[in-house]
């Protein structure tokens, strides 16, 4: 009997030699695949594994839905809460994670387009030039220039305001899932290292559009190398610092960078972002391509409107006007 398995052994191990030797190398070598397909077969590891969502449009109550009809012309409403902002398991500078609470506040559905930009600022710095492309190669102190033109319609977001609806309730890699999906952002593989008007992909949760890549995003807050570990509401960073942070990738970042919780610095007189890569013996310059978008804390835009009488089962009471008597800057 052993003898039989041992020839049955020989054999095929013939016919695989012969196979093999025979065989025909192939023509052409394959194409390497994209960072995208490269994620998409290996997937984000077993704590993730689990079939796409589809994004769900953030349920307001009643009285959220009359803050949120009296948003600034081009704004969403943002509900505040308390989220984990942070990431362990990454780069260290995203740790620690910790619970932050968030008081509500709009932010603009889209970057600030270069149209937005020219009408209060009279000038495109833009390299891709297009009315409803994104603006940038903007540094901090321009966009503080522009902000003191909007007359209050206008802050930069906090790191934590910014994290908190890009994520809008997810606990995801990505505010759709853990795998990457050319259908929400503009990135390295499908960019064609050019930006693209706003709006073009889908939008997350709170209705936010062009969250992950397209431009990074300037934010408000110092950098940190770490976060402090403790709970903290509405927290804007350190007081002081040389470097500004910057989210949310942009078009050749790769599809690893979008992540929620990817972030990095820039000093605040740069408007562009270098980023250096040795390959070859080689040093290689890539611009990140820097713009931003605007947000207004709730309280304080409902009590800077007007006020007019609106009747409530019989009885009048004081409201902000509705949003058509206010306008972007």
């Known amino acids: 009997m052993m003898r039989f398995f041992k020839f049955l052994l020989a054999f095929g191990l013939c016919l695989i030699l012969v196979s093999c030797s025979q065989g025909e190398t192939p023509s052409e070598t394959p194409e390497a695949p994209s960072v995208a397909e490269i994620e998409q077969e290996a997937g984000p590891g077993p704590e993730a594994a689990q079939l796409p969502k589809r994004v769900e449009p953030v349920v307001l109550s009643e009285a959220d839905r009359k803050i949120a009809a009296m948003a600034p012309e081009g704004m969403v409403f943002i509900k505040g809460g308390c989220f984990i902002m942070g990431n362990n398991n990454a780069q260290v500078d995203e740790k620690f994670e910790r619970e932050v609470c968030i008081e509500d ?16 600022m009279g000038f495109n710095p833009s390299k891709f030039i297009h009315p409803n492309n994104p603006v940038e ?10 902000i003191k033109k909007s007359s209050g319609a206008c802050r930069l977001p906090t790191e ?12 995801t890699r990505y505010y759709w899932g853990n795998v ?36 990074w995003e300037w934010t408000e807050d110092w950098w940190q190398n770490v976060y402090p570990p403790q709970k903290l509401t509405d927290p804007t960073g350190p007081n002081t610092g040389e470097y500004k942070v910057i989210r949310g990738g942009s078009i050749d970042s790769s599809a690893g960078a979008l992540r929620l919780t990817n972030r990095t610095w820039l000093n605040p007189k740069n408007r562009v972002y270098s980023k250096i890569s040795t390959y070859g013996g080689l040093v290689n310059e890539k611009f990140n391509y820097i713009g931003f978008r605007c947000v207004v804390s709730a309280d304080t835009w409902l009590k800077s409107q007007p006020v007019r009488k609106v009747k409530n089962e019989g009885e009048g009471e004081l409201s902000p006007n509705p949003p058509e008597k206010t306008a972007q800057p």
């Not at 305001?161 to 997810?170: F, H, L, N, V």
């Open 105 to 120: 506040y709009f932010m603009d559905k889209y970057e600030v387009t270069q149209e937005r930009w020219e009408r209060v």
């Open 137 to 146: 190669q903007v540094n901090y102190y321009d966009i503080q220039k522009f």
């Open 160 to 171: 934590a305001e910014w994290e908190y609806a890009a994520r809008a309730g997810a606990e």
């Open 180 to 215: 990457m999906d050319g259908e929400y952002a503009w990135f390295m593989d499908n960019a064609e290292g050019v930006t693209h008007p706003v709006g073009q992909k889908k939008p997350n949760a709170f209705g936010l559009y062009d969250m992950m890549g397209n431009v």
